[in-house]
């Protein structure tokens, strides 16, 4: 499903080159829930953007889904993401639509047909508990809420894989809980999970593999 092999990125800041991931290697199985767990400015981000090729390694290997991810052509990197869920760290709605059109909007760029793109929004917004919350905006929400959007937006093209950056990052731990089940729930319907924390607390209470990172450096793979 996913497979890095001596993987590293460099950003150049100024005439300083600093590594945000050095010689990271691992294999994710199919249907596996992974915990990518490390301090802010680990790397976490970067190597989730590295699997869906919003950024280019500057060496080594990347496979996701069967991919050879660095090598893929504009037309593959649409396919490549067709099957990826991404929630990001800030949530990222659109704040001029609803929560309805901001889970139907991602479909319709996907190139779902027009017939079933409402029955999937509310299947989406059913599993993460939001259906009542349709015609929100996002400014109308809770941070929970707003994170659970994120999620049924994730989920609603039933991808394959799932990559959660934070998502319980800005809630309280009743909400950071819900997610956590929501997002065990999309696992145990057999999509393959990648779910990055800085919280060593919350890391050890998924009970799931965790991968751990350490300026970059990949120190543990345990559980
Ligand atoms: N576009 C960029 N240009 C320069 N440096 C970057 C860029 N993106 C990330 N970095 C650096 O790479 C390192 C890793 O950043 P990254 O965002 O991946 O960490 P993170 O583990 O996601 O942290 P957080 O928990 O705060 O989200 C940091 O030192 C960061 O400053
Ligand atoms: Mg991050």
Do not use: C
Not at 21 to 27: G, I, K, N, Q, Y
Not at 37 to 62: C, D, F, N, Q, V
């Amino acid at each position: 499903m996913i497979e890095l092999h001596r993987v590293w990125k460099v950003f150049a800041v100024g005439p300083v080159k600093v590594p945000a991931l050095s010689d990271v290697s691992f294999r994710v199985a199919k249907g596996e829930f992974v915990t990518l767990h490390g301090a802010s400015g680990a790397g976490k981000t970067t190597l989730l953007r590295l699997l869906y090729r919003e950024e280019l390694p500057t060496e080594g290997e990347i496979e996701v889904l069967d991919y050879d991810v660095p090598a893929l052509r504009v037309r593959e990197v649409a396919e490549l993401r067709r099957s990826i869920g991404v929630v990001f760290q800030d949530a990222k709605l659109l704040p001029g639509r609803t929560v309805y059109e901001n889970v139907a909007f991602v479909l319709r760029v996907l190139g779902t047909p027009r017939r079933e793109i409402t029955p999937r929004v509310f299947d989406a917004l059913r599993a993460v508990g939001l259906s009542s919350r349709a015609q929100a905006y996002p400014a109308q929400l809770s941070q929970g809420e707003a994170q659970r959007a994120a999620l049924a937006r994730a989920i609603a093209r039933n991808p394959l894989l799932l990559l959660a950056d934070e998502p319980t990052g800005s809630l309280d731990d009743t909400m950071a809980a819900e997610v956590v089940d929501i997002v065990k729930d999309i696992w145990a319907g057999g999509t393959t999970v990648l779910f990055a924390t800085h919280q060593a607390r919350l890391a050890a209470a998924l009970r799931q593999r965790t991968l751990t990172l350490v300026g970059g450096r990949l120190v543990k793979d345990e559980g």
